[in-house]
């Protein structure tokens, strides 16, 4: 089981969250991005651009922030952050 955190925060404040599972035998990478665009879905956003920072975040912590650079529309919050709590 594949489980990926979503939350938005404004001013250190959780807004809203959700949970993604996934039971597919796809690879990580394949869910992570999967399980993002039913974050943006849910949430009515754009896709954030995962810049290096996010890259480097996601590999170290499991965990990565998407602030205001990161996306092309404007946002109503702080940052979007996703984390893996669960995976096979």
Not at 29 to 37: E, W
Not at 53 to 71: G, L
Not at 74 to 83: G, K, P, R
């Amino acid at each position: 089981m594949f489980r990926l955190w979503a939350r938005t925060f404004q001013n250190n404040h959780m807004l809203r969250d959700t949970c993604i599972a996934d039971d597919s035998c796809d690879t990580r990478t394949h869910k992570v991005f999967r399980a993002l665009d039913e974050v943006c879905l849910q949430f009515d956003l754009s896709k954030p651009i995962w810049l290096d920072k996010n890259i480097v975040e996601f590999k170290r912590h499991r965990k990565a922030r998407f602030t205001r650079d990161n996306f092309i529309d404007q946002i109503d919050f702080d940052y979007l952050e996703i984390q893996i709590i669960e995976e096979d």
